[in-house]
T-cell receptor, first 113, second 108 residues
Framework: NAGVMQNPRHLVRRRGQEARLRCSPM?????VYWYRQLPEEGLKFMVY????????ESGMPKERFSAEFPKEGPSILRIQQVVRGDSAAYFC???????????FGPGTRLLVL | GQQVMQIPQYQHVQEGEDFTTYCNSS?????IQWYKQRPGGHPVFLIQ?????EVKKQKRLTFQFGEAKKNSSLHITATQTTDVGTYFC????????FGPGTRLSVLP
C-alpha cells in the first residue's frame, strides 16, 4: 500500500508566480489535511478536505491560497502570486476518517526567490 | 482555539541518557497522539493514547496519558543517536492541533 505521495518534492518560484502542490492520499483515505512548516517551527494547520468538499479552511490565508480535492485525482494546494514569506515546507496528511491517525507525505519544500 | 504546550523546546543529551518531553492542554482531551520528525523528514505517527492514566511502551519509548486527560509525556530510556529529531504531540479540537515540538539532539 503506497504511502501518501506529494509532488513536487522541491519547488522554486519567483515572486509573483503561482505554486501548485499536489497530494495523493493513501489508498482508501478520503480525508486530506494540509500543513505549513517554517524552518525550526511546528506544523500549522491550513485546511482539511474530504472528497470534493472543503471541511475546514480556518488555517488558510484568505487571499492567494486555495485548496481542492476533486472526485478524481490528487488534492491540490494552490498559491497565487507567491511572496518570499510563502517559503516553507508544505505537508499533506491523509486519514481514513476524521480524528484518526494522520499519515504524512514527504512534503513539498517551496522556495520563493 | 484549542492550544497545546510542549516543554522543553530543546533538549541536548549525551547518548545513553534519558529524555522526557511533556505536553499540556488547558482542556480535557479525548485523545492525544505523538509524532516524530527527523531532520529534513516528515512527521511519522508514533502512538495514540485514549484512556485516562494510560501507559504504552514501544521498546525504549514510554508514553503516558495523565489521569485528568490534560497532559501527556513521552520518555525515552537510554537515548541513541537514532532518536534525534523533533517530537510533537497532537490533539484534536476543531481540527488537529500540533504542539510546537521538542527538538532532541543526542551527542555521541
Amino acid at each position: 500500500n503506497a504511502g501518501v505521495m506529494q509532488n513536487p518534492r522541491h519547488l522554486v518560484r519567483r515572486r509573483g508566480q503561482e505554486a501548485r502542490l499536489r497530494c495523493s492520499p493513501m489508498k482508501g483515505h478520503s480525508h486530506v489535511y494540509w500543513y505549513r512548516q517554517l524552518p525550526e517551527e511546528g506544523l500549522k494547520f491550513m485546511v482539511y478536505l474530504q472528497k470534493e468538499n472543503i471541511i475546514d479552511e480556518s488555517g488558510m490565508p484568505k487571499e492567494r491560497f486555495s485548496a481542492e480535492f476533486p472526485k478524481e485525482g490528487p488534492s491540490i494546494l494552490r498559491i497565487q502570486q507567491v511572496v518570499r514569506g510563502d517559503s516553507a515546507a508544505y505537508f499533506c496528511a491523509s486519514s481514513p476518517n476524521r480524528q484518526e491517525t494522520q499519515y504524512f507525505g514527504p512534503g513539498t519544500r517551496l522556495l520563493v526567490l | 482555539g484549542q492550544q497545546v504546550m510542549q516543554i522543553p523546546q530543546y533538549q541536548h543529551v549525551q547518548e545513553g541518557e534519558d529524555f522526557t518531553t511533556y505536553c499540556n492542554s488547558s482542556t480535557t482531551l479525548s485523545n492525544i497522539q505523538w509524532y516524530k520528525q527527523r531532520p529534513g523528514g516528515h512527521p511519522v505517527f508514533l502512538i495514540q493514547l485514549v484512556k485516562s492514566g494510560e501507559v504504552k511502551k514501544q521498546k525504549r519509548l514510554t508514553f503516558q496519558f495523565g489521569e485528568a486527560k490534560k497532559n501527556s509525556s513521552l520518555h525515552i530510556t537510554a537515548t541513541q543517536t537514532t532518536d534525534v529529531g523533533t517530537y510533537f504531540c497532537a490533539i484534536y479540537g476543531q481540527n488537529f492541533v500540533f504542539g510546537p515540538g521538542t527538538r532532541l539532539s543526542v551527542l555521541p
